[in-house]
């Protein structure tokens, strides 16, 4: 496996491929939490995620089989989303692998801290964000914030299916 992060003058197909992961991966994994089919991205932000060098993709056998984005928050706070991993290709370690990567990025760029956030239904249990709570923890990650996410993100409200939560986690990177 090789985790690089996408040059900004990456081609259309990749970005395009990158796109259809998330976009797939996060309908499943956010089922019954958003009305409709809201798509988590389109081609046109992950090109902008892009031009900014945030995105990193893993691949096996030079296909795209895993994305993140990685961000600084702030000079001292890195942070990763949009974390997707091929359904054909999981339980390979690639999911585990971008995280690694995000954190060395971070570090080296100075950060003492990494951040996620998450998203989870308040009166329901989704295995996928179960399964995804449990990891972060193995990982080192702790809740830090929980917060109402129609409170926060008030434009969001409408196309929610179910009151939801969206937990922020951090690690210590030192
Ligand atoms: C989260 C995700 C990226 C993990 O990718 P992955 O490549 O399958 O994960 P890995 O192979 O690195 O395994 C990660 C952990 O899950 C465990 N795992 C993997 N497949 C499993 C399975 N079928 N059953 C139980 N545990 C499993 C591994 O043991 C590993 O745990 P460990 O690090 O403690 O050993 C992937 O499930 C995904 O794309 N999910 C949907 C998108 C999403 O929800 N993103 C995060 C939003 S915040």
Known sequence: MEIEVLAPSAGAAVIERVTGLVNEVYAEAEKGLWRGSTDRTTAGEVAGFVRAGEIAVAFVDGDVAGAVRIRRLDAATGEFGMLAADPARRGLGVGRELVRFAERVSRDAGCREMQLEL????????????????????????????????????????????PCDFLVYRKDLA
């Not at 998203?119 to 989704?126: I, M, N, Y």
């Not at 179960?130 to 409200?157: I, K, M």
């Open 119 to 162: 998203l989870v239904p308040r009166e329901w249990t989704h295995p996928s964000k179960q399964f995804l709570a449990e990891w972060y923890g193995r990982l080192g990650y702790r809740v830090t914030h929980r917060a109402d996410l129609a409170e926060d993100y008030p434009h969001l409200a409408p196309s929610l299916a179910t």
